[in-house]
């Protein structure tokens, strides 16, 4: 991947570090993080640092698009370590979900989590989209935020107007779902980036002897000036 590409993830990294802020995020006074991104508009915050993942959206103008980051496992932010170990493979939930078909499915807790936040996030969303008359919306997350990032873009996609454009850009995300999910996000998200580290073993679990598969838009980081695009 070339410096340019690189260096355009930049500003999502600082979003999803963001994540991470507590409560500083609703005034965007969390430190270098925020400091990056200058004139964000949080509109919404949540989440509980330990049942739910903190979660923010907000208006990025550098960008001209609603914005989705969500926590990702800490070590003091137990309970979310522990949602990460809900192994269990189950349908994406039909009320939040409709028409995906009943073989395409997800880890439970990571469909649980993203459960408690989805319509809030939507609400969001959706008046960031009025205030701003934009049709672009970025979900951003690290580990098994990223996970709930991808649930959100497909959650997103679903429920907003047609013309809207999601792009999910994620960091050392876990797989999410079977065969059927991975496919699913390949044909109705465009702009997937996953992004892994040859030394982060986030990425490979859970298993796939358990059924679990990435879904495409891997970028790997092999050291600080080399990233490689793996189709």
């Not at 028409?99 to 807790?109: A, D, E, F, L, T």
Request: charged letters at 15%.
């Amino acid at each position: 991947m070339s410096d340019a590409v690189v260096s355009s993830y930049d500003i999502y990294t600082k979003l999803a570090r963001a994540a991470y802020c507590g409560a500083k995020v609703s005034s965007w006074t969390c430190g270098a993080a925020c400091m990056a991104v200058p004139n964000m508009t949080v509109y919404a915050t949540g989440g509980d640092d330990m049942d739910t993942p903190d979660w923010y959206v907000g208006y990025v103008p550098m960008l001209e698009s609603a914005v989705v980051a969500h926590q990702g496992t800490t070590l003091t932010a137990l309970k979310s370590i522990l949602v990460d170990l809900s192994l269990g493979l189950v349908p994406l939930n039909s009320a939040l979900f409709p028409g995906v078909q009943n073989s395409v499915r997800v880890h439970r807790g990571f469909a649980e989590a993203h459960s408690r936040s989805a319509k809030a996030i939507q609400s969001a969303v959706e008046k960031i989209m009025s205030d701003h008359r934009v049709t672009k919306v970025a979900t951003i997350g690290h580990s098994l935020g990223g996970a709930i990032a991808l649930l959100d873009a497909v959650y997103l996609k679903l429920v907003l107007p047609k013309l809207t454009t999601i792009k999910v850009v994620t960091y050392g995300q876990p797989r999410v779902g079977n065969a059927a999910f991975a496919n699913y996000v390949d044909q109705n998200i465009s702009e997937v980036t996953r992004v892994t580290n040859k030394a982060d073993p986030n990425p490979i679990l859970p298993g796939r002897f358990l059924g679990y598969v990435h879904s495409s838009g891997e970028a790997h980081i092999v050291n600080n000036t080399a990233w490689y695009s793996c189709q």
